[in-house]
T-cell receptor, first 115, second 114 residues
């Protein structure tokens, strides 16, 4: 069975500081991994995804994530936080099914950015 | 702007009411999903339609009834709900024939059951 663990339900950083949100996965097959962001009163927006190929994945809004098979990790980073980055972030792994993509979400990490 | 449109944005209903949530996408996606999200929790999968056929029902109570009239539309019919059903209901879609196709989410319907 596949699963995702996000370490730290709350992360607080200063504006301009490095953002690091941690995600570890468990999967018996090569995983497809995703990071989504959810702003208040909105749906989920895809930040980036890893399927195959390059292990360093770049996404929107300056975020990137590195797939590390040996560590079963897919941590999300951004060099310099902006106030607008404050949101809930979800890591997800895909369960391969025929005809659809069943996502298994982590519990989420709330990012706070303070001046 | 989201490419998955959900209506209404907010809904308040009594426990004896019947209402419907609607979802529409025009990206040519063949898989559509209903998720339920409680405050401070990740989305929980309820139903998946693939090529307009119900593929997953995650043991959802029968007071929730999904419908997929065509490849662009997805409805969720609600009847005799309980206060604990109050939540954000999210619709999503993805390409049906690509395993790693990401889900595109709508902005949700905020449901309050009184």
């Amino acid at each position: 069975a596949q699963s995702v663990t996000q370490l730290g339900s709350h992360v607080s950083v200063s504006e301009g500081a490095l953002v690091l949100l941690r995600c570890n996965y468990s999967s018996s097959v090569p995983p497809y991994l995703f990071w989504y962001v959810q702003y208040p009163n909105q749906g989920l927006q895809l930040l980036l995804k890893y399927t195959t190929g390059a292990t360093l994945v770049k996404g929107i809004n300056g975020f990137e994530a590195e797939f590390k098979k040996s560590e079963t990790s897919f941590h999300l980073t951004k060099p310099s936080a902006h106030m607008s980055d404050a949101a809930e972030y979800f890591c997800a792994v895909s369960s391969l099914e025929r005809g659809y993509n069943k996502l298994i979400f982590g519990a989420g990490t709330r990012l706070a950015v303070h001046p | 702007d989201t490419e998955v449109t959900q209506t209404p944005k907010h809904l308040v209903m009594g426990m004896t009411n019947k209402k419907s949530l609607k979802c529409e996408q025009h990206m040519g996606h063949r898989a559509m999903y209903w998720y339920k999200q409680k405050a401070k929790k990740p989305p929980e999968l309820m139903f998946v339609y693939s090529y307009e056929k119900l593929s997953i029902n995650e043991s959802v109570p029968s007071r929730f009834s999904p419908e997929c009239p065509n490849s662009s539309l997805l409805n969720l019919h609600l009847h005799a709900l309980q206060p604990e059903d109050s939540a954000l209901y999210l619709c999503a879609s993805s390409q049906g024939d690509i395993y790693n196709s990401p889900l595109h989410f709508g902005n949700g319907t905020r449901l309050t059951v009184t």
